[in-house]
């Protein structure tokens, strides 16, 4: 019996003290001072996160607490953000399911400390743990435009959110808008194309396989666009239909929609296709019939007019129609729109 | 068979960082004979609760034998024969007497009605009924000691093991010890029990044993060991001068001293101490007290203490 | 059963112990306070609730686990209430087995107690509760079960004190096991199976620690609870095997 507490006692006690030892050596490195010095400084090291007695959650609430205290205190202080990218590291490293500080982190990396390499990473780290999440992609892509006037690559990233399904509508046009910008139909194509054969997920597929038809006729309407803005420039006018660019001979027949839509203009001579209105319109929809809902939920009865909800709800304004001098349907009796 | 058999029983303690080794017994053997009362004596430390400890299971020896009617004492079946009271008994403070006996109870496997006979039975016999309703934490030494008697007997053990019994009682207490270990004896049980009041010892074993150092230095019937020794009588006299009393105590060999009481002699043995009388009543002297002293206990425990002292 | 006789005392016992309720107070407040932490974050604040809640679970179970059961056989021998119950016609290792039994019971009221407290605060605040928040409270519930095993193997050979050492130092590297799975590069050779191995032999706590998944609202998959739950019935079984083994000898 002696023999068993020769072994089994200095083993548990050694492994035991020498984890305590290190994690006290790293505590002691880390020791909070002033914000006004050189602060919290947090090692970014994976070993420090398996001494956590199982608390590691925890810890990252903590953690996220200073590191909103330190953004605070930052913004209305030096503006430096030093810490920032590895306070978020850390909390990220103690619990990874933690979306919020990848969402909130990758921004005010990305806004406040203008440090869009650190945003990016952070943000990409996010996506593998949370690949249903829209906020992350969308940060990133914001990033690239804003920051970086990268825009061709941001597109991709808005992309990715707008595919997770739960992007809101004005993610879905500012995306729209990228891309037709700068036809990167290739491109976008080809990411849809890849969730088609790849994705597991039976609804991501259908997605998919719509979602590159629409691409197509957005291509079609973007040309048809091109060559209507010579034929004002001939003209004196836009065209108002399919009909005036064959005429003039500006296309040979007419391109058809296997989607059953068909090709509009507008008063400016933009060509649109209304399948993508429609799938536009229906993804705009959502988020006001949320807001009608909410409406109804607080003040017990269906707004009286569509714009009643603005400031009453979350909505912050009316989502504009996406047909040109579209209208949005609403009947206060039932709260329905359409 | 015998109810309790030791043959040879060995037991080393060795302390922790092996400096030092006790042997508080060292090749013991006695036996116990069914619905006997036996009585187990020592010094303190002289190997008596270890011995006993052993019997019960609490211990186990480093060598040697011990069985409780022929079944091997480590084994279940041994401790399913016997009824243990422990010096000091220990129970859980929060519970009564009536629910302390109702655990020991289920801890013997009886059944909901056994244990409630149980409980009846043993109450009575040890007057536990004033007492059964309230928590064991503020009894007495007394109070304790029947509830500890109570426990040994659930389930009704032939054989009940008991260390220092009468310890901490008053007389009181002591003489109900007697009675219950007398009416024991009666139900046709075994009483095994280790004691330092020889008085008590005396007056109700059958049978005892001197434990010394770990050994048995003496064992037998208390008859048998007190008549082995030779009464002396103590002769108190009067109406003799003192050179009388001197010069009949030189003839005679016997000791002598002269009190306010009057003279008196010492001698040895019954016969001579009749024979002694008569020769002061002839030389004139009057009897005032002719007292035989009995070797008691207490006079053999304390020599068998000698060689180890 | 002589089993569930003891284990019926010890519960009473135990519930009787004065530490239990400062434990459970401790924690009470830790629960109610953490929305006032709540409050400096920017929308984290069930988050935090839930976080806390399932820490304060976990940590005063432990904390009971090991001041009750360390000293479950210790206090037996010191009090000397084991000797009438030794000397019973019952089996060693059946008192063992009651002894932890009880205790165990306690530790399921307990932590039922608590679970039902935070789970009644998260909804007045007006947050949701899911499957995976009773799923980590009940491998909470399983950890404790293991290191109560581990409590009381050292409690029948051991003093109070140097087995709460123990105990505790056991719960904070059955946390960290997971390093040994991800050794720097310059470890190798034996050195490094023996650390694998380490990984294999030492009880790894972290199999029962789904809180972080639990704080954050995600699923998680039955047959891990399953697997973790298997894994923790097989050790407790062996600690309390070794538990009655030691027992079976021991000088009283």
Redesign the interface.
């Known amino acids: 019996m002696i023999l068993r507490w020769l072994v089994i006692a200095p083993l548990v006690l050694g492994v035991g003290l020498g984890g305590i030892a290190f994690s006290q050596a790293r505590v002691d490195a880390a020791a909070y001072r002033d914000f006004d010095e050189e602060l919290v400084y947090l090692p970014n090291e994976q070993i420090l996160t398996h001494f956590t007695g199982g608390m590691s959650s925890v810890i990252a609430d903590l953690l996220w607490l200073r590191c909103i205290e330190y953004t605070s205190q930052e913004w209305q202080g030096d503006f430096k953000f030093t810490w920032l990218e590895q306070m978020c590291r850390t909390i990220t490293n103690l619990d990874p399911h933690f979306h919020d500080v990848y969402a909130w982190g990758g921004m005010a990396l990305a806004m406040l400390k203008q440090d869009n390499d650190a945003s990016i990473e952070l943000l990409k780290d996010g996506i593998r743990h949370h690949p249903n999440s829209w906020e992350l992609p969308f940060e990133i892509g914001r990033t690239y435009v804003l920051n970086r006037q990268d825009e061709p690559r941001g597109a991709i990233y808005l992309a990715l959110a707008v595919a997770t399904g739960d992007a809101p509508g004005y993610v879905v046009s500012w995306t729209e808008d990228l891309q037709g910008l700068h036809g990167l139909y290739d491109i976008e194509r080809s990411m849809w194309q890849d969730i088609l054969d790849n994705s597991g997920e039976e609804h991501m597929r259908e997605l998919a396989a719509r979602k590159l038809q629409e691409s197509n006729l957005r291509e079609v309407a973007d040309v048809l666009t091109d060559l209507a803005t010579q034929y004002a420039e001939r003209f004196g006018s836009p065209p108002t239909s399919l009909d005036d660019l064959e005429r003039a001979q500006y296309i040979q027949g007419q391109p058809t929609d296997p989607l059953g839509g068909f090709f509009i203009f507008d008063d400016e001579g933009v060509a649109y296709s209304t399948s993508v209105l429609d799938s536009v319109k229906e993804e705009r929809l959502v988020p006001m019939r949320v807001s009608v809902d909410e409406y109804k939920e607080k003040f017990g009865a269906w707004p009286e007019k569509l714009e009643d909800i603005v400031g009453r709800t979350h909505a912050t304004g009316v989502t504009v129609h996406p047909y040109p001098n579209g209208v949005w349907e609403y009947d206060p009796e039932t709260g329905e729109v359409s | 068979m015998n109810a309790i058999t030791v043959t040879d029983l060995h037991k080393k303690y060795r302390s922790h960082l092996g400096r030092k080794t006790a042997y508080p017994v060292k090749g013991l053997s006695f036996t116990v004979a069914p619905n006997e009362v036996f009585g187990f004596l020592g010094r303190n430390g002289a190997g008596k609760t270890t011995t006993i400890k052993i019997l019960c299971s609490l211990l186990k020896p480093t060598s040697g034998a011990a069985s409780i009617r022929g079944v091997k004492a480590q084994s279940r079946a041994a401790r399913r024969l016997i009824g243990y009271l422990p010096e000091n008994p220990y129970f859980y403070e929060y519970l009564t007497p009536r629910e302390t006996i109702d655990f020991y109870g289920r801890l013997r496997g009886l059944s909901r009605t056994a244990r409630e006979e149980q409980w009846q039975s043993i109450s009575d016999l040890l007057d536990l009924r004033p007492i059964a309703e309230r928590r064991v934490r503020g009894f007495s030494k007394g109070m304790r000691q029947r509830l500890g008697f109570g426990v040994a007997m659930v389930g009704d053990p032939d054989v009940l093991i008991l260390d220092e019994p009468m310890s901490g009682l008053d007389p009181v207490g002591r003489r109900q010890i007697r009675e219950l270990i007398h009416l024991l004896r009666e139900r046709g049980k075994t009483v095994f029990f280790s004691s330092h009041v020889l008085g008590d010892v005396e007056q109700i074993c059958d049978r005892v044993g001197i434990l010394v150092d770990g050994t048995l230095s003496t064992e037998g019937r208390v008859s048998d060991l007190l008549h082995r020794r030779v009464d002396r009588v103590e002769i108190t006299v009067g109406g003799l001068t003192e050179s009388k009393a001197k010069s009949l105590a030189k003839s005679a060999s016997v000791d002598w001293r002269r009190s306010g009481a009057g003279d008196c002699f010492v001698v040895d043995g019954l016969e001579k101490a009749n024979a002694f009388a008569q020769r002061v009543l002839g030389a004139g002297g009057v009897l005032r007290e002719f007292v035989p002293i009995k070797v008691t206990l207490e006079d053999i425990f304390m020599e068998e203490q000698e060689p180890a002292a | 059963m002589?089993v569930l006789?003891?284990a019926h005392?010890t519960f009473?016992?135990a519930v009787?112990d004065k530490v239990l309720y400062v434990l459970l107070f401790f924690s009470a407040t830790a629960i109610l306070a953490s929305k006032a932490?709540g409050w400096?974050?920017?929308?984290?604040d069930i988050?935090?609730v839930k976080?806390?809640s399932l820490?304060a679970v976990?940590?005063f179970g432990v904390l009971i686990a090991i001041f009750i059961g360390t000293n479950l056989i210790y206090k037996e021998i010191d009090?000397?209430?084991i000797?009438?119950?030794?000397?019973?016609?019952?089996?060693r290792f059946e008192f063992i087995l009651g002894k932890y039994l009880g205790l165990a019971a306690l530790l399921a009221l307990v932590t039922a107690v608590m679970t039902a407290v935070a789970s009644g605060y998260v909804l007045v605040l007006g947050g949701t509760l899911d499957a995976t928040f009773f799923l980590a409270a009940l491998l909470i519930y399983w950890?404790l079960l293991l290191l109560t095993a581990l409590a009381v193997l050292l409690s029948s050979?051991t003093s109070p004190i140097l087995g709460a050492?123990?105990v505790f130092?056991?719960?904070?590297?059955g946390?960290?096991t997971?390093?040994l799975n991800?050794l720097p590069d310059h470890i190798s050779g034996v050195t490094r199976v023996m650390m694998n191995g380490a990984y294999y032999i030492l009880p790894n706590?972290?199999n029962f620690?789904i809180?972080?998944?639990a704080?954050?609202g995600?699923v998680v998959a039955p047959s891990y609870v399953a697997w973790a739950m298997a894994y923790g019935a097989i050790y407790t079984t062996v600690l309390l095997v070794l538990a009655s083994l030691a027992f079976e000898?021991k000088?009283?």
């Open positions: 002589i006789a003891v005392n009473r016992e009787r932490l400096i974050s920017i929308g984290q988050k935090i976080d806390i820490a976990a940590l009090k000397r209430t000797y009438t119950i030794i000397c019973q016609p019952m089996r950890e050979v050492i123990i130092t056991a719960f904070m590297v946390h960290a997971s390093i991800e706590l972290s620690n809180r972080a998944e704080a954050n995600i000898d000088d009283v």
